[in-house]
C-alpha cells in the first residue's frame, strides 16, 4: 500500500509503501536536519507523539518476549543495548520483555571518570556522536547474545557499524537487532547475511512490520526549500507551523508545583550506565506508590500529559503507565527531543505543533555540547489540562524554571504543571558535575538508606542502621573444612562464603551465661572508658560506624553509654571491611553524603595484631576528610590509642556468632552478589531467633553503667594525659610466633581471646596457645578446642591470653597435629 494522501506527499513527493501494520506504526514529518529530509514518525514510541503510556510499554515487552522466544537458553546471557536518545525508553521496555538481561543504553552526555565502552556515529542524526559508559566494565564483555534496540532500522548503517566496533573489543557468535519497523530498501535487503558472513556470527532481525520510503530526485534540496519556506513564514495553502505562544516575564512561576517522587534508592535513573534486573524488581516495587503520590497532585486533572526529557524516557514512561492503571484520569506519554522537525497543523501530518525551549541540563555537558535549543511536539493546545514533568536532577536547572523555559511554554498551555525530578545516577568512578540549579533543590544519594531492625537484625531500629544488602535469601554457607581449603589454596576469599553458623551445646550456652555475669562490670567499665575518651577527644556528637559484625554491640552499648549519661543520641550505623579487599566505599560515599565526614569514628571490639587497623587507614587515604584511628573496647595488640582498656580477656560476645550480633551474619563481598552501586552484604538469620542473646548481652552490660561510673571518670581523667601511642607490641609477637612455628603467613597467627574463639567457631584450628596460668577467660576456649580436637598449648611470656593458629598446610584429610605437617618438604 502507498500512502500518498500525506502533506509530506503531496508537498515532497515522499511516501511510505507498506501495509496497514506499518502505517498504525509511522507518521511522515519533515526534519530541519541537512543530511536527511524526511522522518519517520513512530506512532508507538512515545517521543513525537503522546500516546497511551500502555501501548509504548507494552509494544517494547512484546518485541522484548519474541526475543526471548527467539534466543531460549541463550536468553539467561543476553544484554540488551538501546540507543539514544529516541530507543531508549523503548530499548528498556524490550529488556523487561527478555525479563533476566541487563540493559545499557547509548548516550551523548559525557560522563568524565567513567571508562567508554565503546562509541560510534549515527550519521543521519541531528546529533550524531554516541557513547557507551557502563559502569561495570564487563557488562559488554560477556559473551552472550547482544540485542540492539532501535526505533527503525533502514539503511542498517548505524546498528552495522555498532556491531562492527563492538565486535572487535567483545567479540561474541550472536546478534540480535530489533526495531518496530524494517524499512530497508531493496538494495539494502542483502546487507545483513553478507555482514553476518564477515564477522562469523549469527544476526537476527526482529521487527513489527516492514517497508519502504520511496524518495525523489532532489529529496534534500526540495526538502530544505520546503522548510525555509514555513521558516520564513512565506504563505502556504495551509495553516502555519505555530509559534510558541508569547511568556511574560515572572510566567514560570505560575502554575508550576514540584512533587516530591519517592524514586526508590539505588535505582539508576536509566540505562546509560546499565540497569540491573536487580534495579528492575526494585523499580517495580516503588511504582504504585510514585504514581498513588502523582494522582495527589493531578488533583481532578482529566486529561494528564507525562513528559519526559530526552534521553529520560524509561523512568516516566513507567511512572506514566502505572499512573494510568491507578487513576481515572485519561493519561498519555512523550518525551522532549532535540531533533528540529517543522510543525504543520495539517491533519495528514505528524507534527501539529511544537514549543521550542533553551536547553536545561547544560551542566552535564563540560564541552559545552549541551547547548541550543530543544523541543516538545504536538503538546500545545493538545486538550491536557495537567502535565507531568520529569527530569532528572542535572537538568532541574534555572534554564527549566526560566522565562522562556520548558515549565513556562507549558504553562502557557497546559492549566496545571507538575515538575518531578528524578536523582542522577553517577557511577562510582564519575567526576559529578559542577550543579548549574540551586543547592537547595539537590536530590539525595542515590545509596540506599540503611537498613534497620526487626526487618533486618534483632536490634532495635535506633540501636544502628545497618549499610549492607540483604542476601538473606541467598545460599551462602559452606563447611568449614571445604571454605579453609578454598582460602589457603587461593580459590576463594575468604569473604565471599560463610561458615556455617555455629549451634552452641548447652554446656557451652552456659559458658556464656557465667562470663556474662563474671565479666559485665568489666565490659561496662571499659565501654564507658572509651566513649568518654571519644567524646572528649572526637567531639560532642559523633557519629559512630562500628566494623560489623564484631564492632556493632560495642557500637550499640557506647550509644547507650552516650544517652544514660549525657542524654546525647548519637547516630549509630554498621559498614563492612574486608581483609584485602578494603572497607566498603559506597557506604563511605553514604555517610559523607549524610554527615560530615570528620565526625565519623570507627569502632571496633578488639584489636588482634591489627591487621584490620592497617586496612582501615589504607582504604580511607582513597577518602577525604575521615579520621583512620578506630575506637576499640579493648586493645591488647596495642594497636590504636582509642580503648576502654588493653587487657586481653573475654568479651562474652566473641564466644558466639550471630546470635549475640543481632542475628546478623560476617558481611560477604562477592562479585556476583556486590555490583558496583551495592554495599557489601550480609544474612539476617530470623529462624535462629529462639537462640538470639543479643538483647540479653547489652541490657545486662548497660545494667553496670551506674556502678562504675566513678572508675570511668577516674581512668579517663588518667587516659586523657597519658601517652596513648600505639606500641604494635601484638604485630611483633605474632611475627614471631608465626616463625617459631613454621608457619610463616602473619593471617594465620590470630592473637586474643575474641580472635581465638573466631578461629574455632569459623576456621580449621591447628593449635592454641594459651598463656599460662590464664584462668577462667579460657573456659570457652578449652571447651570449644576439647569439642573439635584441639590441642592446647600453654606457654610462658606471651603477650595475649591465648593466641589460636590456623591449619597452615590445611587440605581435607590432614589432621595437623603433630606441627611437623606445616613443614614444606
Known amino acids: 500500500m502507498v500512502w500518498s494522501g500525506t502533506w509530506v506527499a503531496e508537498r515532497l513527493g515522499v511516501e511510505l509503501v507498506g501495509g496497514e501494520g506499518l502505517r498504525d506504526l509511522l507518521g511522515l514529518a519533515l526534519r530541519r536536519n541537512p543530511k536527511r529530509a524526511h522522518l519517520l514518525v513512530s506512532n508507538v514510541l512515545g517521543k513525537h507523539i503522546p500516546q497511551h503510556p500502555r501501548v509504548v510499554y507494552g509494544t517494547g515487552v512484546q518485541l522484548g518476549e519474541r526475543v526471548r522466544e527467539l534466543l531460549g537458553a541463550d536468553v539467561d546471557r543476553a544484554v540488551v543495548l538501546g540507543y539514544a536518545e529516541t530507543a531508549t525508553g523503548l530499548g528498556h521496555s524490550v529488556a523487561d520483555g527478555v525479563r533476566r538481561a541487563p540493559y545499557l543504553h547509548s548516550t551523548r552526555r559525557p560522563v568524565p571518570g567513567v571508562a567508554r565502552a565503546g562509541g560510534f556515529e549515527e550519521s543521519h542524526s541531528h546529533a550524531t556522536s554516541h557513547l557507551l559508559l557502563p559502569e561495570d566494565p564487563e557488562l559488554l564483555a560477556s559473551g552472550g547474545p547482544l540485542v540492539l534496540v532501535d526505533d527503525e532500522f533502514s539503511t542498517g548503517n548505524t546498528i552495522l557499524n555498532t556491531i562492527r566496533t563492538l565486535h572487535q573489543r567483545y567479540p561474541r557468535d550472536r546478534y540480535v537487532i530489533v526495531a518496530l519497523v524494517d524499512m530497508r530498501s531493496a538494495a539494502d535487503q542483502g546487507r545483513l547475511a553478507e555482514f553476518a558472513r564477515e564477522i562469523g556470527a549469527r544476526v537476527d532481525l526482529v521487527t513489527l512490520a516492514s517497508g519502504t520510503v520511496r524518495l525523489p530526485d532532489g529529496v534534500l534540496e526540495k526538502g530544505r526549500a520546503l ?20 511568556v511574560a516575564p515572572g510566567a514560570h512561576a505560575t502554575g508550576v508545583t514540584r512533587m516530591a517522587l519517592e524514586w526508590p534508592a539505588g535505582v539508576p535513573d536509566g540505562g546509560r550506565h546499565g540497569f540491573t534486573p536487580a534495579h528492575r524488581a526494585a523499580l517495580e ?28 524516557m524509561y523512568a516516566p514512561l513507567r511512572l506514566a503507565e502505572a499512573l494510568e492503571r491507578s487513576c481515572d484520569a485519561e493519561v498519555r506519554y512523550s518525551t522532549t527531543t532535540r531533533s528540529p522537525v517543522l510543525a504543520v497543523n495539517d491533519p495528514g501530518y505528524a507534527i501539529r505543533s511544537r514549543l521550542v525551549f533553551p536547553a536545561h541540563d547544560t551542566g552535564a555537558f563540560p564541552d559545552g555540547d549541551g547547548t541550543g535549543d530543544r523541543y516538545a511536539y504536538n503538546v500545545a493546545d493538545a486538550g491536557f489540562d495537567a502535565v507531568v514533568v520529569v527530569v532528572d536532577s542535572l537538568a532541574d536547572s534555572p534554564e527549566l524554571h526560566a522565562p522562556g523555559g520548558l515549565l513556562a511554554q507549558l504553562a502557557a498551555h497546559i492549566p496545571r504543571v507538575v515538575l518531578a525530578v528524578i536523582p542522577s545516577y553517577l557511577p562510582s568512578s564519575a567526576h559529578p558535575p559542577r550543579p548549574s540549579h540551586d543547592p537547595e533543590r539537590q536530590e539525595p544519594s542515590m545509596l540506599p538508606e540503611p537498613l534497620r531492625g526487626p526487618a533486618f537484625s534483632s536490634y532495635a531500629p535506633d ?37 556455617v553458623e555455629y549451634q552452641p551445646s548447652a554446656q557451652y550456652q552456659e559458658l556464656f551465661k557465667a562470663a556474662l555475669e563474671t ?12 566513649t568518654e575518651t571519644v567524646l572528649a577527644e572526637r567531639g560532642p556528637r559523633p557519629v559512630l560506624v562500628s566494623l560489623a559484625r564484631a564492632g556493632t554491640p560495642v557500637g550499640v552499648l557506647m550509644r547507650r553509654w552516650a544517652q544514660h549519661r549525657h542524654g546525647l543520641d548519637l547516630p549509630h550505623y554498621a559498614v563492612s571491611i574486608v581483609r584485602g579487599r578494603g572497607i566498603d566505599a559506597n557506604a563511605l560515599r553514604w555517610l559523607a553524603a549524610h554527615h560530615d565526614p570528620a565526625d565519623v569514628v570507627f569502632v571496633d571490639g578488639w584489636t588482634g595484631k591489627g591487621a584490620i587497623t592497617r586496612e582501615l587507614a589504607q582504604a580511607l587515604d582513597a577518602f577525604g576528610g575521615f579520621n583512620p584511628e578506630i575506637a576499640v573496647l579493648a586493645d591488647p595488640g596495642g594497636c590504636v590509642r582509642t580503648y576502654g582498656t588493653r587487657e586481653d580477656f573475654l568479651i562474652p560476645s566473641a564466644c558466639l556468632n550471630s546470635t549475640v550480633s543481632g542475628l546478623i551474619s560476617r558481611t560477604v563481598l562477592r562479585s556476583d552478589l556486590v555490583g558496583p552501586n551495592d554495599f557489601h552484604g550480609a544474612k539476617h538469620y530470623r529462624e535462629l531467633a529462639d537462640a538470639d542473646v543479643s538483647g540479653h548481652f547489652l541490657d545486662t552490660v548497660a545494667a553496670r553503667f551506674d556502678e562504675v561510673a566513678h572508675a570511668v571518670d577516674a581512668e579517663v581523667e588518667k587516659l586523657l594525659s597519658a601517652d596513648r601511642a600505639p606500641t604494635w607490641e601484638g604485630w611483633a609477637a605474632v611475627e614471631r610466633i608465626s616463625e617459631e612455628y613454621g608457619i610463616h603467613d602473619v593471617n594465620l597467627v590470630k592473637p586474643g581471646v575474641g580472635e581465638t574463639t573466631r578461629v574455632l567457631l569459623r576456621r580449621v584450628p591447628w593449635k592454641i596457645l594459651a598463656q599460662r596460668d590464664a584462668g577462667a577467660d579460657l573456659d570457652h576456649v578449652r571447651l570449644l578446642a576439647e569439642q573439635r580436637g584441639v590441642p592446647v598449648e600453654e606457654v610462658d611470656d606471651l603477650p595475649y591470653t591465648c593466641v589460636g593458629l590456623i591449619h597452615p598446610r590445611y587440605t581435607r584429610g590432614a589432621t595437623g597435629a603433630d606441627g611437623k605437617a606445616v613443614v614444606a618438604p
Open 463 to 499: 540501636d544502628v542502621g545497618w549499610l549492607l544488602q540483604d542476601l538473606s535469601d541467598v545460599e551462602l554457607e559452606a563447611p568449614t573444612e571445604e571454605r579453609e581449603e578454598a582460602i589457603q589454596s587461593g580459590g576463594a576469599h575468604y569473604a565471599e562464603s560463610l561458615p
Open 285 to 312: 516495587s516503588a511504582l504504585p506508590a510514585m504514581a498513588a503520590e502523582a494522582a495527589v497532585g493531578l488533583g481532578d486533572a482529566r486529561r494528564v500529559l507525562v513528559l519526559g526529557f530526552e534521553e529520560l
Open 519 to 530: 565479666s559485665a562490670a568489666r565490659i561496662a567499665r571499659a565501654v564507658g572508658t572509651v
Open 227 to 246: 522548510v525555509a519556506e514555513h521558516e520564513a513564514g512565506a504563505p502556504a495553502p495551509r495553516p502555519m507551523d505555530r509559534a510558541p505562544a508569547p
